[in-house]
């Protein structure tokens, strides 16, 4: 761990690491020219495929590979920046956004260049005003500078750049949402096939990419695909549909932890080794009861499973759902589950488009049911009830369009498998006689009422 | 060909079908529930109620692999070595989950609900749904809201199909329903100031699988298992809309359009769906008077006088109605040319308002306002060898004094008067008049006979609409008491026993005339096409018309 050195947080720590004086005196750009000059569009490919990059949104395909999937006989090519980072508990793209947005619109110029996308949306979140400002002044800059427009740096290739902020909705976050709303429609994700590499936006071939995803197509290009192959977690060989997880990540770490921020390490690095060696131990000296180990959507891991690798199997090992956006909440031993459970729940219920029904009414059912536990009128068998739904929602048994009902999901499954005695301890204490109750019982609402 | 394998039957699929797996389904006589999914609209595959599970079978082996997760039908294509499979545990399961997901915030009023009866909700669920409810139970709420002219939205019954929202969007073009709020508060609505305003507004109605869209000149009227749905051709114009007749004691509650690939695909417009009430008009023409007695007789002591009258007369002449079936107008012109063989035959006047008016998927309100010009046209001109229309048989009429009793049939429906003060001035002053209308008209208040007539939805016939489609329909209601349908009339004046049989005059007017050799045989429930019959007769049709 000792040699590693941060390359994707390496500036952002200097005063001008936003502006691009600040950004070219650490040698910024630079390979973006050579690129210009030397290389072809499908080196950058081979480049990127060579290099494993798996994409840092969350579900982790391979870069190169979506970029291969590009029907390349229909044109104009659309690239979207998905930069609608509303996983809870994730914030390294906006650290990226805010700090070094120069690092983020390289990648994105060198990944145009590679997928022949002469069209950026820039596809931010609307909570994120300060990013606004940095990307548009950096926009602004590269402009000026020639890095993007026409003819970019004297050669064929052309580039425009479009910041597009979001309604703050999680669900533009999933890219063919992001597509629609970008369109300027609901943001209900679209069924598949077509994929966006086919038909995305305006009905154009399109890729979306995560903002730290092109910030190591960048470091990819300056440093070679065997760099980035040299640290992170090799493919199982007896997996065959591991790619391995290589390459650098930004993890972010919050919650009961002392020293809460984003932190670059190379992937495969554990939950315990996140919280001793990066975050500074538990908080107060307190023991950790539970991390959630790559935002809500991920699920729940026990204090017990802390040597699970942050990697992109790591997770799915413990029974979570992946290792998602890699933020790592961790919660002390004072914490209820029983509350972080109705808090998911709240969450995801809020989120659902409502466009699939299980999903719609599914997580809004659990919340329900949560709400109703919290208030002390919980029944033994609504645990099982919560597992039933969500075992029967997302794309994985596949009753919904996007996997928004996965990641609602996993909290359900984990935080009641894992923690069971808990739940059903707390309902027991606060609903001694109507525990056993299997008949419907009165809404909350109604209970109010009567 | 291919073949598709739907829970072990083979179903043959043609080379140029593009089935999904609910279609394919169907072939197999297997029902996949579903809600979102439309085979007029976009698919979005978002109820989830018609998953299945699919897989493929190896060509060469024959062996079959399964997808692991359940797939919507409705978006999944059906080609070659497709396998579904519509009835396993893990597809029952999913289905009890999205009926058990609909019903947790539905009010389940169905006492209450027009949609009772007919309601998808309804019926999946006790198909497929669970025996007890789980979830908590829901104080109740009943919101609504207009939504426009004809439709009334039941806010909380609504399942969020979005059917409504993508007809607007897609085939009427005018996008006035959309979704609003996000999750469980999603709603249909209107955006404010901008109503549900377009001429196939009712058709949402239709489209509603449960009973969230309600139509107001429905609303509230009728339960649906009291009426009985009668096959028939729309009256309004002369695209010839396919519709069912709903009506209950020869009262008709609402009027819905039966899918026809060939002429309205699955919609109908808002003339049709809703100007049908004029038949239950007390206006009507209820029987027969004679103009001398100036009060209601019986038909016992008119018809002989009449048939007198006419054979008194040099010469007579009959001017048909393109409201009539081509049935009753060959009748009527056999009636007269049974007394004189050289009897003058016309077509009345062609009410026109507007102009063509034309929605995706080539649906078309056409201007023309009566459903059977084609039809009686080629009558006139199949028997006589020349077309007169209405202006050309005035002309004719005018030369010739030596015809002096002539039989006009009306029938417009309130409000489209074709017989006005001016027009048929020179039929005034024959010998004899007889007059049919269904409301009162000049002429027929001038008629020596003043006879009714029925109106679209009480004829037995065919009709031909503008693209020479025809299509054989029985009468869905009897006309009220005292009122002979044209059919009746003519078959007893000609004095043919028993009752007027519509099939059996087809196949004498189909060995008669040319044009509608193809209607001999049986006529599908989606007409037949008389295009060419109609190219090979076209001259006759050019002479004059």
Redesign the interface.
Known sequence: MAEFEPVLLANIDRDDSHTLRGYESQGGYNGLKKTLKKCSPDDIVNLVKSSNLRGRGGAGFPTGLKWSFLNKKDHPIYFCLNADESEPGTFNNRILMEEDPHQVLEGIILSCYATGATTTYFYLRYEYPHAWNRVQQAVDECYEAGYLGKNILGSDFSLDIFLHRGAA?YICGEETGLIESLEGK?A?PR?KPPFPAVEGVFRKPTVVNNVETVACVKQIVDRGADWFKSMGVPADPSNPRDAGSYGPKLYCVSGHIEKPGCYEAPLGLTVQELIDEFGGGVWKGRKAKAAIPGGISMGILSADEFDCPLDFSGPGKYDCLGLGTAAVVVMDETVSMVDVLHNCCQFF??????????C??????AL??MQ?ISAGKGRLMDLD?ILEIGD?IG???????CGLADGAAWPMKNAIRKFRDEFENYIKETNPDGCHETV???????QA?H | MGTVLIDGVEVEIGDDERLNGIQAAQRADKEVPHYCWHPGLSVVASCRMCLVETGRRDKETGDISMVPKLVPACQTPATDGTVFITDSEKVRAARALVEEDLLIRHPIDCPICDKAGECHLQDYHFEHGREERRADLQPFTSRRRSLGDTVTLFVDRCVMCSRCVRFCRETAGTSELMVVNRGTHEEIDVFPGFPLDNKMSGNVVDLCPVGALGDKDFLYQQRVWFMKGHDHVCGGCSAGCSIRVDENQDRIYRIKPRENQQVNQWWICDEGRYDWHYIHDGNRVAGPQRQADDQAVEWEAILDDMDTDLRRQERIAAVLSPFQTVEEAYLLAQYVRSIDAEALLGVGPIPVSGEDESFAQNFTIRAEKCPNRKGVEHVVAGLQGELLNWEAFQEKLEADDSIQAIWVVGGAPLGSECFSDETGACLRRRRTLIVQELFPSPLWNSADYQLPTPAFAERAGSFVNCDHRLQSVDWAIRPPAGVYTDGQLYWRLLNRTGLFQADVVRRELAADIGYFTLAAEEIPLDGVCLTLNHLATESTMVDSA
């Open positions: 909705a609901r209900w069924i219920a809020h989120e659902s488009c409502g466009q699939c029904t299980p719609r009414e599914g997580t809004s059912w329900k049911m109703r009830l029967s794309i994985i048994p596949g009753t919904t369009i419907p019982v009165p809404a909350l609402n109604l009422s």
